[in-house]
Nanobody, 125 residues
Framework: QLQASGGGLVQAGGSLRLSCAAA????????IGWFRQAPGKDREGVSC????????YYTDNVKGRFTISSDKAKNTLYLQMNNLKPEDTAVYYCAATFGFMGRRRWDQYDRWDYWGLGTQVTVSS
């Protein structure tokens, strides 16, 4: 079970922090990540954490602005989003899957098994 929160309306250049409360699985053996979907577009991988080594991955257009992290004790995933841009506007989803599909495939949404309901992020110009 995954439950995302923290979305909202923010001006360009602002920040938001998304949270995803997880239950029913361990962060030690499940990859966890964030995807987003803008109207009329495919679901896009934003960032994820590999369970085996904790390595983080980002899509190119958020590198340097977004930071993914997790708190295993709280079973919670976070996405700190800074310097937000209007093109970041989307519904953001947290996802999880057993194991890890590798650094070349993590952003393929059909390789993830568990999804939470999304949270809307709107960035105004």
């Amino acid at each position: 079970q995954l439950q995302a929160s923290g979305g909202g309306l923010v001006q360009a250049g602002g920040s938001l922090r998304l949270s995803c409360a997880a239950a029913g699985f361990s962060f030690d053996d499940h990859a966890i990540g964030w995807f987003r979907q803008a109207p009329g577009k495919d679901r896009e991988g934003v960032s994820c954490i590999s369970p085996a080594d904790g390595i983080t991955y980002y899509t190119d257009n958020v590198k340097g602005r977004f930071t993914i992290s997790s708190d295993k004790a709280k079973n919670t995933l976070y996405l700190q989003m800074n310097n937000l841009k209007p093109e970041d506007t989307a519904v953001y989803y947290c996802a999880a899957t057993f194991g890890f599909m590798g650094r070349r495939r993590w952003d393929q949404y059909d390789r993830w098994d568990y999804w939470g309901l999304g949270t809307q992020v709107t960035v105004s110009s």
